[in-house]
């Protein structure tokens, strides 16, 4: 009778507890927080050990060890919220912090030849993919979608423009894993192939190649810092370059859907262009960094606190990874994701040969 008045007054005491915790967290904030700690943790010790090995950057550390634990172990169902919140919204804040390293000065210096290497590779992926998709048969809907997820920005571009011709999910769900794989395998082999010496690149030229090619925004951050400062630099200046080229891309595509100028999977309907507003926070903090806004110690500060976020982000992704989708993914759309990533990663080399 003792022991279950014991028990009783433990489990009034832990109801007590909960109880006061969520008076100071709110629902929608407590559901973030198993999945927040997991990509922290990861975050600290990839900083800790990623630091000190040569090929492998704190950011790279970190999506591995992200991969390893979803792909060897179960992940509970309650880190799944954080782990999304930290993939998304933890990474763009974090590009908006970014903006602190870089000023206008770094951004026109790298010319019209920059914005070339950045956007012709673009329009020949959309292009190519889409005809390349046609000639194998495969799905339409997946072929564009995997052509503007590999060319673009990744998973936004995708789940904006299969918005605006309302693919069904499934196919949504296939582009996005097949970006994903292919994006993180570009930034895994990127840094080693660099570092070896292989294709002779300079700093700038790593980082413009990086920019131009990998999928993800975070997954540039990961390999174009592999390079360096500069060439880390360079590699989101010119991927931000690619995911502003996606506002003028779905109006387009909006107008032309609007029109019946293409047959959608939906109804052809307008549909509202999600834009890309962390792009405002970036330019806003490069704005303030050009006018010599922020003190030494702050810059300091801030580019810390953007490093652990980053990382976080990376972690998710990690965490995110499932290479078990290939499997579920079928044959065509992998070879269509083999051919887009193999198309934008030379054709956008050989341009850097030839300009820069």
Same mark, same amino acid.
Not at 63 to 89: C, D, H, W
Not at 302 to 330: C, H, N, P, W, Y
């Given at each position: 009778m003792q022991q279950e008045n014991n028990i009783q007054s433990v489990n009034k005491k832990e109801q007590t507890l909960k109880l006061k915790f969520r008076f100071f967290v709110p629902p929608e904030v407590e559901?973030?927080?198993p999945g927040l700690f997991l990509t922290a943790i990861i975050s600290a010790l990839a900083l800790h050990t990623g630091a000190k090995l040569h090929y492998v950057t704190p950011l790279i550390a970190a999506m591995l060890m992200g991969i390893v634990l979803r792909?060897? #172990?179960i992940i509970p169902e309650t880190y799944k919220p954080g782990i999304f919140f930290s993939m998304r919204q933890v990474l763009r804040f974090a590009v908006a912090l970014l903006g602190?390293? %870089?000023?206008f000065s770094k951004i026109t210096a790298l010319g019209m030849e920059g914005l070339i290497v950045a956007l012709v590779p673009l329009l020949l992926?959309?292009?190519l993919t889409i005809f390349f998709g046609r000639l194998i048969k495969a799905d339409p809907s997946r072929a564009f979608l995997i052509a503007t997820g590999t060319s673009i920005c990744g998973a936004s571009a995708i789940l904006t423009v299969g918005a605006i011709t309302k693919a069904k999910e499934d196919n949504i769900i296939v582009a996005i894993s097949s970006i994903t794989i292919f994006g993180t %395998?570009?930034?895994?082999?990127?840094? #080693?192939i660099y570092k070896a010496g292989v294709l002779a690149l300079s700093p700038e030229q790593y980082g413009f190649w990086a920019g131009a090619s990998i999928h993800e925004v975070a997954q540039v951050i990961a390999a174009a810092f592999g390079g360096g400062d500069l060439s880390g630099e360079?590699? %989101?200046?010119v991927k931000l370059s690619r995911v502003a080229?996606?506002?003028?891309i779905a109006f387009v595509l909006s107008y032309i859907v609007a029109n019946r100028m293409v047959q959608s999977e939906g109804n052809a309907t307008a549909t509202r262009v999600s834009f890309p507003f962390f792009l405002f926070g970036f330019l806003a903090m490069v704005l303030l960094n050009s006018f010599e806004f922020f003190t030494p110690k702050a810059i300091k500060w801030i580019e810390f606190v953007d490093v652990f976020m980053l990382t976080m982000a990376m972690a998710g992704m990690g965490l995110e990874t499932d290479f078990s989708q290939l499997k579920r993914v079928g044959y065509k759309p992998v070879l269509l994701s083999i051919f887009s990533t193999a198309l934008i990663s030379v054709s956008s080399l050989l341009l850097i040969k030839l300009l820069l």
């Amino acid at each position: 009778m003792q022991q279950e008045n014991n028990i009783q007054s433990v489990n009034k005491k832990e109801q007590t507890l909960k109880l006061k915790f969520r008076f100071f967290v709110p629902p929608e904030v407590e559901v973030l927080l198993p999945g927040l700690f997991l990509t922290a943790i990861i975050s600290a010790l990839a900083l800790h050990t990623g630091a000190k090995l040569h090929y492998v950057t704190p950011l790279i550390a970190a999506m591995l060890m992200g991969i390893v634990l979803r792909n060897a #172990f179960i992940i509970p169902e309650t880190y799944k919220p954080g782990i999304f919140f930290s993939m998304r919204q933890v990474l763009r804040f974090a590009v908006a912090l970014l903006g602190v390293r %870089i000023t206008f000065s770094k951004i026109t210096a790298l010319g019209m030849e920059g914005l070339i290497v950045a956007l012709v590779p673009l329009l020949l992926t959309l292009v190519l993919t889409i005809f390349f998709g046609r000639l194998i048969k495969a799905d339409p809907s997946r072929a564009f979608l995997i052509a503007t997820g590999t060319s673009i920005c990744g998973a936004s571009a995708i789940l904006t423009v299969g918005a605006i011709t309302k693919a069904k999910e499934d196919n949504i769900i296939v582009a996005i894993s097949s970006i994903t794989i292919f994006g993180t %395998i570009s930034m895994l082999l990127y840094p #080693f192939i660099y570092k070896a010496g292989v294709l002779a690149l300079s700093p700038e030229q790593y980082g413009f190649w990086a920019g131009a090619s990998i999928h993800e925004v975070a997954q540039v951050i990961a390999a174009a810092f592999g390079g360096g400062d500069l060439s880390g630099e360079i590699g %989101i200046i010119v991927k931000l370059s690619r995911v502003a080229s996606l506002i003028p891309i779905a109006f387009v595509l909006s107008y032309i859907v609007a029109n019946r100028m293409v047959q959608s999977e939906g109804n052809a309907t307008a549909t509202r262009v999600s834009f890309p507003f962390f792009l405002f926070g970036f330019l806003a903090m490069v704005l303030l960094n050009s006018f010599e806004f922020f003190t030494p110690k702050a810059i300091k500060w801030i580019e810390f606190v953007d490093v652990f976020m980053l990382t976080m982000a990376m972690a998710g992704m990690g965490l995110e990874t499932d290479f078990s989708q290939l499997k579920r993914v079928g044959y065509k759309p992998v070879l269509l994701s083999i051919f887009s990533t193999a198309l934008i990663s030379v054709s956008s080399l050989l341009l850097i040969k030839l300009l820069l």
